[in-house]
């Protein structure tokens, strides 16, 4: 006789950069699996790699994770722990002005995604061009661990994330240039209009969840937890 199969409860949620609803399940000791190996190979590749198959394995509408925002994914996977595993997650944090080490309690169930009123992805450089930018996708973190510094990380990011200039009449898409056109015309950029492409990324859609505590000297303190890190392993 075959043995049983199990049935799951399902979920739903909005993906952020889309405002797509999707139905998912809790993941499975399958998933947990993937994402222990991947956890033990200390390489960020296959963490993200982890987290996109568990993410896809545990959707229930057609889906392309491929194509999720970094915040996106975050969203996903933070949402997806909370129904899969326990809402809620204990960190640690060593208080850098006493040294002391405090455990805090956070309902991930509860963790909403934070909006800048601010955030512009259209940038104008001058009174005929405007540059276009599109989020990051969770693949490109995996391939800035071979980055060597900061420049150069900020120009990978750039490179990723421009999709097109416009001038004028014409339009110039990017996936139709070569690296070295595009690293040219990043070069040429003003430094007020690089200032607002950073702006870009600094204003982007983000879990965003503050704690305030009192430490061992009676001075009110901060912590500001807004990555998947710092959800699950601050401290």
């Not at 991930?108 to 061009?129: A, C, G, K, R, S």
């Not at 950073?198 to 000297?217: D, G, W």
Request: contains cysteine.
């Amino acid at each position: 006789m075959a043995l049983p199969k199990l049935s799951h409860p399902t979920f739903e949620l909005e993906i952020p950069s889309t405002k797509q609803k999707i139905r998912y399940r809790p993941f499975l000791v399958k998933e947990e699996k993937i994402l222990l190996i991947a956890q033990q190979s200390n390489d960020a590749k296959d963490v993200v790699y982890a987290v996109k198959q568990v993410l896809q394995n545990c959707s229930l509408d057609p889906i392309d994770v491929d194509e999720l925002t970094t915040f996106d994914i975050e969203y996903y996977f933070i949402k997806l722990r909370s129904k899969s595993v326990n809402n809620i997650v204990t960190l640690k944090y060593r208080d850098l002005e006493d040294e002391q080490i405090y455990d805090f309690e956070v309902d991930i169930e509860n963790l909403e995604m934070t909006y800048d009123p601010n955030h512009e992805p259209t940038i104008q450089v001058n009174d005929n061009t405007l540059l276009f930018l599109k989020y990051p996708k969770m693949s490109l973190v995996g391939n800035l661990e071979t980055v060597d510094n900061e420049t150069d990380l900020v120009f990978e990011i750039l490179r990723n994330c421009l999709e097109k200039i416009v001038q004028g009449s014409e339009t110039y898409e990017i996936k139709d240039s070569s690296r070295e056109e595009v690293d040219e015309f990043i070069l040429s950029l003003d430094v007020s209009s690089f200032n607002k492409v950073q702006s870009f990324f600094n204003t982007m859609p983000k879990l965003k969840h503050e704690i305030n505590y009192k430490n061992s000297l009676g001075n009110d303190r901060k912590i500001v937890l807004q990555n998947l890190n710092d959800f699950f392993t601050l401290g």
